[in-house]
T-cell receptor, first 117, second 110 residues
C-alpha cells in the first residue's frame, strides 16, 4: 500500500494562473480531507469529501478555490487565478471512515508545496 | 472557537535529557487531543492520542482538563527524536477535522 499520494510535490505558478493539486487516497479509503499550511502556521482544515460529494467545506476560501473527488480518479484541489498569498503547503489525508475517521487509519500525504511568483 | 497553542517554536536538548513539548488548548466541550510528528523529509504521522493512553517511542502525554493542557513528555531524548511536533485537537462531534498548533521543532543534540 503506497499510502496517500499527492502530486506534484512542488508546483510553481505565476500570479493569475491556475493550480491543480492531486490526491490519491490509500486503498480502501473513501474519505479525503484537505489542509493548508501557510508559512509559520499550523495546518488548517479546508474541506472534507467523499466520492462525488462535498461533506464539509467550512475551511475553504469563498472564491477561487474548489475541490472535487470524482467517482474515478484522484481528488483535485483547484485554485484559480493564484495570488502570492496562496503560496503554502497543501496536505491531503484520507481515512476509511468519515465520522470517527480520526481514530481509524487517518493518514496524511507528503503534501504539495505551491509557490506563486 | 477551538484553538491549540504550542508556545515553543524551537526546543533544543541534549541526548539523554528529559524533554517536554508544551501544548495548551481552548475548547468548550470535551476534545480529543493528538500529537503528530514530522521527521525530516517524511510525511506527517500520528504519534499518539489521548484516548489511547499509550506510550509510543517512549513518549507519553496526559490530558489535563483543569489546565487545558496536553504536554508531550519523554524521560530520555534520543537523536532520532529530532523532528517537528504538532499538537492537534478534534471536537464538536466532527471526528474527522483537526485543529493544529503551529508546531515545535525539537532538536536533540549528541
Amino acid at each position: 500500500n503506497a499510502g496517500v499520494m499527492q502530486n506534484p510535490r512542488h508546483l510553481v505558478r505565476r500570479r493569475g494562473q491556475e493550480a491543480r493539486l492531486r490526491c490519491s487516497p490509500m486503498k480502501g479509503h473513501s474519505h479525503v480531507y484537505w489542509y493548508r499550511q501557510l508559512p509559520e502556521e499550523g495546518l488548517k482544515f479546508m474541506v472534507y469529501l467523499q466520492k462525488e460529494n462535498i461533506i464539509d467545506e467550512s475551511g475553504m476560501p469563498k472564491e477561487r478555490f474548489s475541490a472535487e473527488f470524482p467517482k474515478e480518479g484522484p481528488s483535485i484541489l483547484r485554485i484559480q487565478q493564484v495570488v502570492r498569498g496562496d503560496s503554502a503547503a497543501y496536505f491531503c489525508a484520507s481515512s476509511p471512515l468519515g465520522q470517527g475517521g480520526l481514530n481509524y487509519g487517518y493518514t496524511f500525504g507528503s503534501g504539495t508545496r505551491l509557490t506563486v511568483v | 472557537a477551538q484553538r491549540v497553542t504550542q508556545p515553543e517554536k524551537l526546543l533544543s536538548v541534549f541526548k539523554g535529557a528529559p524533554v517536554e513539548l508544551k501544548c495548551n488548548y481552548s475548547y468548550s466541550g470535551s476534545p480529543e487531543l493528538f500529537w503528530y510528528v514530522q521527521y525530516s523529509r517524511q510525511r506527517l504521522q500520528l504519534l499518539l492520542r489521548h484516548i489511547s493512553r499509550e506510550s509510543i517511542k517512549g513518549f507519553t502525554a496526559d490530558l489535563n482538563k483543569g489546565e487545558t493542557s496536553f504536554h508531550l513528555k519523554k524521560p530520555f531524548a534520543q537523536e532520532e527524536d529530532s523532528a517537528m511536533y504538532y499538537c492537534a485537537l478534534s471536537g464538536g462531534g466532527s471526528n474527522y477535522k483537526l485543529t493544529f498548533g503551529k508546531g515545535t521543532l525539537l532538536t536533540v543534540n549528541p
